[in-house]
Every structure is written in C-alpha cells, then in structure tokens.
C-alpha cells in the first residue's frame, strides 16, 4: 500500500512538470510582446545624409511657364524642358539644359553668378530677349534671370535639399498617398488646395521612403504647393528622386507641369572631376561677356527752345545719358521723334515734324555723356509759315545694341575647390 502512495505522488509530479512545460499550469503566464517594426526615418536624418553627399546628378523633365519681357507675356505653358545637371556642395550647379529640343550649357555659381552657352535656336525658343542674336548665339552669355527655367537650379544643390528636408516635421512614408492637409493656426487663412499624391519619377519604385513637402504657398494665402523626395530603402538612404512643383518657380504652375528627376549622389572622387570640368569651363568664359538683360541708360533731355516767326530751321534735341547700373557696359541706340504745334499745350503738340538719330557707344558703369541730334525736315519751315511761333516735344524710341560685363571667369575658376 505504501508503494501505490508513493508512484502516485512521482505520477503527479510527473504530470505536473509537463503541464508546466506545455503552458497549462493553473496559473497563466504573461505573453512575449510581438517584435517591434524599424524605427520610423526622420527628415533630420535624412538630411544629414543629403548633407553629406558631396555631388548629386540629376536627369529629369518638366513642363512650366518661363518669365516673357512681362508679365502678361508668359512663355507657353507646355513648353518641354530636359535637363543633365550636375549640383556640388559649395553651391554649384552645371550641365545642360533643353528647352524643346534646342540645348543650352549652363552654369551656376554660389546661386549669383549665371552664363548660358546655346545655339542661335535655343534663344529663339525663349521670350524675345533683349540681346541681339549675333551678341548671344554661340557664346558665352552671362544670364541675369536665375529663374529663367521656371525650376529653380540653386536649389538642386546639396546643402539646398538638406535645408528642405530638414524643415519637414513628418517622417518618411512610403506609397503614393497624398500626404495630410498642414496644420495652420486659426487665425491664418485656411488652406484651399489638398496636397497632391504625386507618383514618383521613372525609375523609382512606388514603395520606397518619401518625404513630403508640403507648405502654404507665400504668394496665394491658402493655396498650398507640395512636392516629394524618394529615398532608397536601405541604409544609409540615399536620395534617388524627386516630383512635385515646390521647385518650380511659377507662381501657380499646373500639375502638368510637375518636375519629375531622379537623382543619383556621387562620390568624392566624383564630385573632384566634376569640379575639375567646371573649372575648365569656366576657363573657356571670356573676360568680357554679353549680358542677357533688359537695362537702359538713364535719360535727361534739354527743353527744345521753340522757334520765333523767321528763325525756324534745324532743330537740336539734346540729351545727357547716364548709366546708372553696376558692372554694365551698355550701348544703345535711340530714335528721336518731334512733334510741332503754334500752341505751347503739350497735349496739343501732335503734328510730327521729324526725326533723327542718337548713338551711344559703350558706356561705362557709374559715368554719363552728352548727345545732341538735329531734326532737319521741310516741315518745320511750313509750319512755321502757318504759325506765328512753334513749339515742339519729343518722343524717343530706345533699342538696346549691347550689354557686356566682366566675367570674373578667371577668379570663379581659381576659387573652387
């Protein structure tokens, strides 16, 4: 009988080590937490990584309106734009640029300074431009609009994107979903425009890190302007593409004309030749270059002394012209145009009379000089024969011969790393 008593008990603790073993004791045991995903990516980190990139190469296209001579003049909407840019660290930004097949080389320096080479088809395919053909097609031409391409260059630069990114408060996500409607205090004007879901660009997956950008728009209260930049998956997250139109630089460009790139970032070793090619371009840039620029003299003109009954002849217009620009050498030509009246009224001085000419040569930056052009025509005399006394006003015509300026080339080139 003890022997029962005793296999019994060894039964039991048998049976009690499996039910423990198997997870069914009479007490319950806790769980094992699931395993937690990767850490949401921050655009902080992701800007130190664009940060450090010392060169990103970008491809891509857009369509967007450029800037014609004003502002109810705009270049048409569906132009096609290509671009091969290389954009450096220190603020760099060269390659070519195509707009509708014609081609242009364009550098950009520090964000400032701007020289444009192209065939005389490529400055077709712009706004009329205030540089005459033979002065641009197939030079170097230093380019004063650095929105010109309604993308803006400088931002493309390293340092630039870093600075974007880092301003972006969400984390990263993945997929095409159009990101939230920014937060605007209450007593701002409220958004009017969604943000848009915009795909990536050719050659980026749809599942890979994005961060978005999403912002009012300065210039439209509510408005809002967004766009997005793609990152690989895989440490240490590379940027490999944009889309969007916070890049563009219309102030309200359609979706059509999102910019699509991609963007592969480079090595040092890289970004050494790509600073050595740009010096070397930079070293083909003349010291004295054409400057693409809509500019004038400034114009003071003489009162025209009004002709007395027997004295009226020749009439001498004079003019003191003075260039108030900075580093602009401008010649131009003007056109006189006078108009007589026996009335001294000006708004009665309508009957024309003559022209002549007025040629200014190459004046130079902060100095003046003085021109004076004589109307010699029949019609003076037969007025006066009508009139006791003429009187007269003049009207010019401006048309701009040539802008030159230093290039600085040379100290651009010697300055880069």
Request: charged share 20%.
């Amino acid at each position: 009988m003890h022997h029962i008593r005793l296999g019994a008990r060894v039964l039991c603790l048998v049976l009690a080590g499996v039910a423990l073993a198997a997870g069914c004791s009479s007490s319950q045991q806790p769980q094992a937490s699931p395993a937690a995903g990767p850490p949401a990516l921050k655009a902080r980190d992701l800007a130190a990584s664009v940060r450090a990139t010392p060169l990103l190469h970008w491809t891509g296209s857009w369509e967007a309106p450029i800037k014609g001579p004003t502002s109810g003049d705009p270049f048409p909407a569906d132009t096609r734009f290509t671009a091969d840019l290389r954009a450096l660290g220190n603020g760099d930004v060269f390659g070519t640029v195509t707009i509708d097949g014609a081609t242009a080389d364009v550098l950009v320096l520090d964000g400032k300074t701007q020289f444009v080479k192209a065939g005389a088809d490529y400055w077709r395919a712009l706004p009329p431009v205030p540089a005459p053909e033979h002065l641009v097609a197939g030079r170097w031409v230093a380019e004063q609009d650095h929105l010109l391409y309604g993308l803006d260059l400088p931002r493309l630069t390293p340092q630039r994107v870093a600075e974007d990114l880092a301003g972006i408060a969400t984390p990263a996500t993945t997929g095409t979903a159009a990101p939230p409607m920014p937060v605007v205090p209450s007593d701002q004007d409220q958004p009017t425009r969604p943000p848009v879901a915009y795909p990536p660009p050719d050659g980026v997956p749809a599942g890979v890190p994005r961060l978005d950008l999403v912002r009012m728009h300065p210039s439209a209260a509510g408005a809002v302007r967004n766009g997005a930049y793609w990152f690989s998956p895989d440490a240490p997250h590379r940027l490999i593409g944009y889309s969007g139109i916070d890049l563009l630089t219309a102030s309200d460009p359609s979706r059509n004309a999102t910019a699509r790139l991609t963007v592969r970032a480079g090595t040092a070793e890289e970004a050494k030749d790509a600073y050595a090619d740009l010096a070397a371009r930079l070293r083909s840039v003349p010291r004295t270059v054409a400057v693409n620029a809509n500019v004038r003299l400034e114009e003071k003109w003489s009162k025209v002394t009004p002709c007395a009954p027997g004295v009226c002849g020749p009439v001498a217009v004079g003019v003191r012209l003075r260039n108030e620009h900075d580093h602009l050498t401008i010649s131009e030509k003007i056109t006189v145009t006078l108009y007589g009246s026996g009335s001294f009224v000006p708004e009665q001085i309508k009957d024309k009379v003559g022209t002549c000419q007025i040629t200014a040569e190459r004046i130079a930056p902060g100095t003046s000089t003085r021109k004076l052009c004589t109307v010699d025509d029949p019609r003076i005399l037969r007025m006066q024969a009508k009139e006791k006394h003429v009187w007269f006003r003049a009207e010019t015509s401006t048309t701009l011969t040539e802008v030159t300026r230093p290039s600085g080339a040379e100290k651009l080139a010697r300055e880069l790393p």
